[in-house]
């Protein structure tokens, strides 16, 4: 019974470089929603993706995109790091936009040096 | 004012010790209600969400909302070390847009 899969684990990437994370939802699961946590705080909202349409955004820049595939996996692209990018980055996986139970994955940490 | 408060902690308890962890929020657009945890270096694990005013109990743990108060609580019952991790309180809204929004959790560590 396979979860919210989450790759890369970690990466480490320099700053003004560009970086794709790739998330595969729990299998029926339709939503995939993208959160960033820096170390000591509580996940912030980014994207949320239903039926491959953009449902939900959080408030972060223009750097930050995504996108859903017709399997419902989704990519989180991040352009021009800076330092402050440095996160854990997070995918949760839901039924459906509504108010529902949504599961995460084990996280991307990426490292901006 | 932030749309949800949670006390950081860290909270030391002693094994078998019963746990409140509580959230205060100002969003009435605020729908949903839910509590996650985790341990370090892991995604958060859904451990309860309900959508009304009143208890929820599962097992050692008993969610509690008070939506005329703007507040949620956690408890857990005969708390175990296996308990210590951040607790998250979560809230869903559509107002404006579909969003969960976290607290910014709380350390919990229960000691044997």
Redesign the interface.
């Known amino acids: 019974d396979a979860g919210v899969t989450q790759s890369p684990t970690h990466l480490i990437k320099t700053r003004g470089q560009q970086v794709t994370l790739r998330c595969s939802p729990i299998s029926g699961h339709k939503s995939v929603s993208w959160y960033q946590q820096v170390l000591g705080q509580g996940p912030q909202f980014i994207f949320q993706y239903y039926e491959k349409e953009e449902r939900g955004r959080g408030n972060f820049p223009d750097r930050f995109s995504a996108r859903q595939f017709p399997n419902y996996s989704s990519e989180l692209n991040v352009n021009a790091l800076l330092l402050g990018d440095s996160a854990l980055y997070l995918c949760a996986s839901s039924l459906a936009v509504g108010p529902t139970e949504a599961f995460f994955g084990q996280g991307t940490r990426l490292t901006v040096v | 004012q932030k749309e949800?408060e949670?006390d950081?902690g860290p909270l030391s308890v002693p094994e078998g010790a019963i746990v409140s962890l509580n959230c205060t929020y100002s969003n009435s657009a605020f729908?949903?209600f839910?509590w996650?945890r985790q341990y370090s270096?892991?995604?958060?694990?859904?451990l309860m969400?309900t959508?009304s005013s009143g208890n929820k109990e599962d097992g050692r743990f008993t969610a509690q909302v008070d939506k005329s108060s703007k507040y949620i609580s956690l408890f857990i019952r005969d708390s175990q070390p296996s308990d210590s991790a951040t607790y998250?309180c979560?809230f869903?809204t559509?107002s404006g847009?579909?969003?969960?929004?976290?607290?910014?959790?709380t350390r919990l560590k229960v000691l044997a």
């Open positions: 949800v949670q950081p729908q949903y839910m996650y270096r892991k995604g958060p694990e859904l969400y959508y998250l979560a869903y559509t847009t579909y969003k969960y929004i976290f607290g910014t959790g």
